[in-house]
């Protein structure tokens, strides 16, 4: 069966560090994947989703970055924290452009 | 550009009686519909989806119907148990959105006993 393993659970991090949340799959091969957003009381914001290694689709400009360094391996990163990039990060993964199935999210504090 | 929107922030519906959830899309391109629970400082987990050949569909309590004129979907509890209470997201993709899936809002249910 597949499994999807996001981490860490929680992070609390200071304006201006570097930021990295790593999200595997296991149990299939070449699936889209996923990072959202979901900021305090709102709905959940697409940032980049990958269709291959090495293929990204950033949906935001903003200060975070993706990298897929391989086929199920999905990295969110940011040189520089900000403030507003506080929030509820969510990995998912999806195969045939059907279900997606979601981790359990990293809540990350910029404080 | 909200492409997919769920414009009631919140539902509140006795238990046993039926909650109706709403969402509207705005690209005629998309074809394939999901709907997604949620409870706080959890991943959403997957309800029920919809395909555009079809205009309903049903798994248990929970249905989903498709309006693809109004580009409009909604998601039928019945009966309401105080245990559905979470935020319920709708999201959408395209055949030709490159794998794209784009959430709404999200409408946080509140079933009382």
């Known amino acids: 069966s597949q499994t999807i393993h996001q981490w860490p659970a929680t992070l609390v991090q200071p304006v201006g560090s570097p930021l990295s949340l790593e999200c595997t799959v296991e149990g299939t091969s070449n699936p889209n994947l996923y990072w959202y957003r979901q900021a305090a009381g709102r709905g959940l914001q697409l940032l980049f989703y990958?269709?291959?290694?090495?293929?990204i689709s950033s949906e935001v400009p903003q200060n975070l970055s993706a990298s897929r360094p391989q086929d199920r391996q999905f990295i969110l990163s940011s040189k520089k924290l900000l403030l507003s990039d506080s929030g509820f990060y969510l990995c998912?993964?999806?195969?045939?452009?059907?279900?997606?199935?979601f981790g359990q999210g990293t809540r990350l504090t910029v404080v | 550009d909200q492409q997919v929107k769920q414009n009631s922030p919140s539902l509140s519906v006795q238990e046993g009686r039926i909650s109706i959830l709403n969402c509207d899309y705005t690209n005629s391109m998309f074809d394939y519909f999901l709907w997604y629970k949620k409870y706080p400082a959890e991943g959403p987990t997957f309800l029920i989806s919809?395909?555009?050949?079809?205009d309903k569909n049903e798994d248990g309590r929970f249905t989903v119907f498709l309006n693809k004129s109004a580009k409009h979907l909604s998601l039928h509890i019945v009966p309401s148990q105080p245990g559905d209470s979470a935020v319920y997201f709708c999201a959408a993709s395209g055949y030709n959105q490159g794998g794209k899936l784009i959430f709404g809002q999200g409408t946080e249910l509140s079933v009382k006993p």
């Open positions: 919809i395909s555009s050949i079809k």
């Open positions: 998912a993964w999806r195969f045939l452009g059907l279900v997606a199935f």
């Open positions: 990958s269709v291959g290694i090495g293929q």
